[in-house]
């Protein structure tokens, strides 16, 4: 069981060399309709940024595969904004792996985002993880902006994946490239939170601040404090969290230091990428406190930045490192193991959720909620024993790795490298969710009622299909 969930042995750097040239098979992929040709092309040959996006909201809004949510509409003293979401429509994807397309099915290795984006390189290219095409509309004009998120990239191999796929089967470099291209790669802490997107743009001599998690965008003047505009109440919504923190840093800088990082925002970037972490969500690595890591900038067309201008940016903005290793802290041991009846009452209190009143979460007015992640520069021939070390650290999910071009110092790809111990921590939780706590919660073991007060399955009524 625990053989089976862990990494293979190096050496890595001769594994992706593999890859690359060929000697794994390439997946299949689906053939494009004559209209996603015709205007894949279109994007292809755009000769600017405006026909390039344009191009790109009508192949997503063309492909079967992406689902494309109605507008929301806010209204403000200057702009009405307009957010429509494009997000990957999996369902429906399942559906069709199961009928007319099973003959992807092998080469995807599993009906997720990952298995979709395996097959449809072409998808994966032009389909970010989160995007939403943002209208300002004004008396007499419309500005449209496009807010990403970053590139689906993939894991180093198959157990750095979080979902079942064949993702790690042709790592993805951007523009033709590949390993060979590399001269240095930089690792950067993976933090074990919530996806969350950030960004500032001006909009005719307004400011208006973007936030959101992978599938959502909220938009609104950055004067504003987001609190009086939606309160965040649901300990569900991370993005209320992530609106509520972004607004509050941005809130604490002075008026210079605001006009200097919004133009920056609006003329050279587009998102920041980070996580959030919240203690009432935890995934599986410990979080003691409420903070929002940045680990990426990504350039105006969504790709990363260099790392190096990326992390300057963050430094002078006063967004600075949250752990001093690629490791997170390590909570305090407990005296006393706690008793299951206090187990609710120890977790509204260790948590924080208690702090969330009918008004919503009151941030400490000193307190820099947002900060970034732990990063290093190394030369591409230290891959395999960085490696190692990621694999063996404690107490973190992993790193992703930022591989730049020998020549230029672009960016050419990411690979995600999961810690052993994660590998491991994670697959008890999926083995113990769905092998007892589900089957708990529904009912279906005999000796415990259901969670809701209900008959339990394992009655004359409905007999079980487990015991305890």
Known sequence: ???????????????????????????????????????????????????????????????????????????????????????????????????????????????????????SPKLRELMPRGLHEVKFIGKDSCTTVLFRGIPKFSGLVASDEDEESNASASIFFYDGQSLQDAGRFYVTAKSNGENAKLGCRIIEGTTYLFAGSKNTCMVWPALIPRGEIQPATDHNIPAQFICLLWSHWYLKLSGEQQKAFATQMTEKFGTIMGEINTPWYEHVVPINELFLECYAILDNDGRPVHPKCAFD????????????????????????????????????????????????????????????????????????????????????????????????????????????????????????????????????????????????????????????
């Open 313 to 468: 940016f963050f430094k002078t903005h006063g967004i600075h490192q949250h752990y001093p290793s690629i490791a997170a802290a390590t909570p305090a041991e407990k005296k006393t193991p706690h008793r299951p009846e206090n187990l609710k009452e120890v977790f509204l209190k260790e948590s924080n959720i208690d702090k969330i009143g009918p008004d919503g979460l009151k941030l400490d007015a000193k307190t820099n909620y947002i900060s970034h992640v732990f990063f290093q520069s190394n030369d591409i021939k230290d891959l395999d024993d960085v490696v190692d070390k990621i694999r063996n650290a404690s107490n973190t999910e992993g790193a992703v790795l930022y591989l730049t071009h020998k020549t230029s110092e672009k960016v050419i790809g990411l690979v995600k490298v999961k810690s052993s111990q994660y590998v491991v921590w994670r697959r008890l939780r999926e083995t113990m969710k769905s092998c007892l706590f589900r089957p708990l919660n529904n009912g279906e073991i005999e000796e415990f009622p259901t969670t809701t007060g209900g008959k339990p399955k394992g009655s004359k009524e409905n007999k079980p299909k487990t015991r305890g």
């Open 1 to 119: 069981f625990f053989s089976s969930a862990l990494p293979q042995s190096p050496p890595y750097l001769s594994w992706i060399c593999r890859v690359m040239s060929g000697a794994r098979q390439e997946p299949i992929e689906i053939p494009l309709s004559e209209e996603e040709t015709e205007i894949y092309a279109e994007y292809k040959n755009a000769t600017n940024k405006t026909e390039r996006d344009a191009a790109q909201v009508a192949f997503l809004r063309s492909n079967q595969f992406v689902r494309v949510k109605d507008p929301v509409v806010k209204e403000y003293e200057r702009h009405r904004v307009q957010v429509t979401t494009f997000m990957l429509n999996v369902f429906k994807f399942r559906k069709w792996l199961n009928g007319q397309g099973k003959p992807y099915k092998k080469a995807a290795g599993g009906m997720s985002d990952d298995g979709l984006y395996t097959v």
